[in-house]
């Protein structure tokens, strides 16, 4: 066979291998939407949904969906730092009886630590510097921007922005404080904000501490006589891709402790976050427009959502996540003022909540439109919780009463496994939905709740639901 036969035969080939892998990458990961069959229950309805015009069909099941999302993940990173060291290899020499890192110009590793940026007398105020450590790492190939321990910052608000060299790291050693004077904070939303980055990395072992009291005590929830208005979120990431987030201590967040907005393929791990029960606002991780993201193995306690999750967002995993105090983990709200939303392809895993006013929860507001879908609660024990179980579909956190409205956010196949504990209230399972648009597709299955003191059967409340029982489930809806 002649070369060019050769050349021919190897061409092809390449290109089959091309059009086999580039579906899976381009597929909507990792829950790809072709099959009609339900992903929780095996039995099919009538019901679609209408997104700007097109039919979206069930997604399928989640089973691997922990794997899917490390492998993206370590596939996207391992590829950007092979990219980026493959051709180096570093060397040390010894001067002056200290070891120092040589590497090529090609690939250098940078260790540039802020405490270099920070001018002589600068103790109450820090932010400068900060910006000028950015600055350097961010144009700096292979730099790892270091905050170091045993060393205290206080900070004003501050936008980290990219885009960046790839493959660029900021390791989180020592403390950063927020400023307290609230004039320092033009935009009232912000504080810390991370935006436009791709493989990007944040490490912890420090602490970042929002000193949120000045803000809580102004608070309309604290103090009604005082007007309603916003306060910062500690840590917004926004417009990232490829990001991990691992080893994160935030305390005392002025509002909310961490926002990922807009983002894509996320993994966040050993995140603390803690304020007290009573600080009001102050979600641990919000999660909103943002897909391919999972959290994994934290502890958090706040005064609102340990986790929440809201419009625009796709394909979230929640595991091994200790909760308490706070409001529980929650989908919403979704739909005020009459908004479309879309939530889809949730699992919650591995959780533990104690103390908190709902366990696992899912809220809409009357009016809205779009859907919630496709969510999976399971392996979940609740202590002293109220409202372990909880979808209302007629949420209203206002002053004013809500008036009861035609429309409604969608909310079907949602499946609650294994799922046992104690409940604070008589009602350990609340399931209150549309009486226009019930709720579709919803199963318990394996469920064991009982009220904490015993004295009492736990009930089930259940009203305008297609609702499946599965296994053994405890209290269940007539």
Same mark, same amino acid.
């Given at each position: 066979?002649?070369?060019?036969?050769?050349?021919?035969?190897?061409?092809?080939?390449?290109?089959?291998?091309?059009?086999?892998?580039?579906?899976?990458?381009?597929?909507?990961?990792?829950?790809?939407?072709?099959?009609?069959?339900?992903?929780?229950?095996?039995?099919?309805?009538?019901?679609?949904?209408?997104?700007?015009?097109?039919?979206?069909?069930?997604?399928?099941?989640?089973?691997?969906?922990?794997?899917?999302?490390?492998?993206?993940?370590?596939?996207?990173?391992?590829?950007?730092?092979?990219?980026?060291?493959?051709?180096?290899?570093?060397?040390?020499?010894?001067?002056?009886?200290?070891?120092?890192?040589?590497?090529?110009?090609?690939?250098?590793?940078?260790?540039?630590?802020?405490?270099?940026?920070?001018?002589?007398?600068?103790?109450?105020?820090?932010?400068?510097?900060?910006?000028?450590?950015?600055?350097?790492?961010?144009?700096?190939?292979?730099?790892?921007?270091?905050?170091?321990?045993?060393?205290?910052?206080?900070?004003?608000?501050?936008?980290?922005?990219?885009?960046?060299?790839?493959?660029?790291?900021?390791?989180?050693?020592?403390?950063?404080?927020?400023?307290?004077?609230?004039?320092?904070?033009?935009?009232?939303?912000?504080?810390?904000?991370?935006?436009?980055?791709?493989?990007?990395?944040?490490?912890?072992?420090?602490?970042?501490?929002?000193? *949120?009291?000045?803000?809580?005590?102004?608070?309309?929830?604290?103090?009604?006589?005082?007007?309603?208005?916003?306060?910062?979120?500690?840590?917004?990431?926004?417009?990232?891709?490829?990001?991990?987030?691992?080893?994160?201590?935030?305390?005392?967040?002025?509002?909310?402790?961490?926002?990922?907005?807009?983002?894509?393929?996320?993994?966040?791990?050993?995140?603390?976050?803690?304020?007290?029960?009573?600080?009001?606002?102050?979600? *641990?991780?919000?999660?909103?427009?943002?897909?391919?993201?999972?959290?994994?193995?934290?502890?958090?306690?706040?005064?609102?959502?340990?986790?929440?999750?809201?419009?625009?967002?796709?394909?979230?995993?929640?595991?091994?996540?200790?909760?308490?105090?706070?409001? *529980?983990?929650?989908?919403?709200?979704?739909?005020?003022?009459?908004?479309?939303?879309?939530?889809?392809?949730?699992?919650?895993?591995?959780?533990?909540?104690?103390?908190?006013?709902?366990?696992?929860?899912?809220?809409?507001?009357?009016?809205?439109?779009?859907?919630?879908?496709?969510?999976?609660?399971?392996?979940?024990?609740?202590?002293?919780?109220?409202?372990?179980?909880?979808?209302?579909?007629?949420?209203?956190?206002?002053?004013?009463?809500?008036?009861?409205?035609?429309?409604?956010?969608?909310?079907?196949?949602?499946?609650?496994?294994?799922?046992?504990?104690?409940?604070?209230?008589?009602?350990?399972?609340?399931?209150?939905?549309?009486?226009?648009?019930?709720?579709?597709?919803?199963?318990?299955?394996?469920?064991?709740?009982?009220?904490?003191?015993?004295?009492?059967?736990?009930?089930?409340?259940?009203?305008?639901?297609?609702?499946?029982?599965?296994?053994?489930?405890?209290?269940?809806?007539?």
């Amino acid at each position: 066979m002649c070369v060019k036969s050769h050349f021919v035969i190897l061409g092809v080939t390449i290109i089959i291998l091309i059009c086999s892998f580039v579906p899976v990458c381009l597929s909507s990961y990792p829950f790809p939407e072709h099959d009609l069959k339900n992903y929780i229950t095996n039995y099919s309805t009538n019901y679609n949904i209408s997104d700007d015009g097109n039919e979206l069909k069930d997604s399928q099941n989640l089973i691997n969906y922990d794997r899917l999302i490390l492998d993206r993940l370590k596939h996207s990173h391992s590829h950007s730092h092979s990219h980026s060291h493959s051709h180096s290899h570093s060397h040390s020499y010894s001067h002056g009886g200290r070891s120092r890192a040589v590497a090529p110009s090609s690939s250098p590793t940078r260790i540039i630590n802020v405490e270099n940026f920070i001018k002589s007398g600068r103790r109450r105020d820090h932010t400068k510097g900060f910006k000028r450590a950015w600055k350097k790492a961010c144009s700096t190939k292979g730099a790892i921007l270091l905050v170091p321990k045993n060393k205290k910052y206080r900070l004003r608000p501050i936008k980290f922005s990219g885009p960046c060299h790839s493959s660029f790291a900021i390791k989180i050693r020592g403390r950063i404080e927020a400023s307290t004077n609230i004039a320092d904070y033009r935009d009232r939303r912000l504080w810390i904000v991370f935006e436009n980055l791709s493989n990007f990395k944040v490490q912890g072992r420090g602490t970042i501490d929002g000193r *949120g009291h000045i803000w809580w005590q102004n608070s309309c929830k604290i103090n009604p006589t005082k007007p309603c208005q916003h306060a910062p979120t500690a840590v917004t990431f926004v417009g990232c891709k490829n990001l991990i987030v691992d080893g994160l201590k935030i305390i005392n967040a002025q509002q909310m402790h961490m926002i990922f907005e807009k983002c894509d393929a996320v993994r966040a791990s050993n995140i603390l976050i803690k304020a007290p029960g009573n600080s009001p606002n102050t979600d *641990g991780i919000h999660v909103t427009e943002t897909k391919n993201i999972q959290i994994t193995r934290s502890r958090i306690g706040t005064g609102d959502d340990c986790i929440s999750i809201v419009s625009g967002s796709k394909n979230v995993q929640v595991s091994d996540i200790t909760c308490g105090p706070g409001h *529980g983990i929650s989908i919403g709200s979704l739909g005020k003022g009459n908004s479309k939303a879309q939530v889809s392809n949730v699992l919650v895993n591995k959780a533990r909540l104690f103390g908190t006013l709902n366990g696992v929860r899912i809220k809409t507001w009357q009016g809205g439109q779009g859907y919630a879908k496709n969510f999976v609660f399971q392996n979940i024990e609740m202590q002293n919780v109220s409202n372990p179980i909880i979808i209302d579909q007629n949420y209203c956190d206002q002053k004013t009463p809500c008036h009861e409205m035609k429309s409604a956010v969608y909310i079907h196949n949602v499946m609650y496994k294994n799922i046992k504990g104690t409940s604070f209230t008589e009602s350990a399972i609340k399931i209150n939905c549309s009486k226009s648009h019930e709720c579709r597709g919803i199963t318990l299955q394996n469920i064991n709740l009982v009220i904490k003191n015993g004295k009492k059967a736990a009930k089930a409340e259940c009203k305008n639901v297609e609702l499946f029982h599965r296994g053994k489930v405890s209290p269940k809806c007539s």
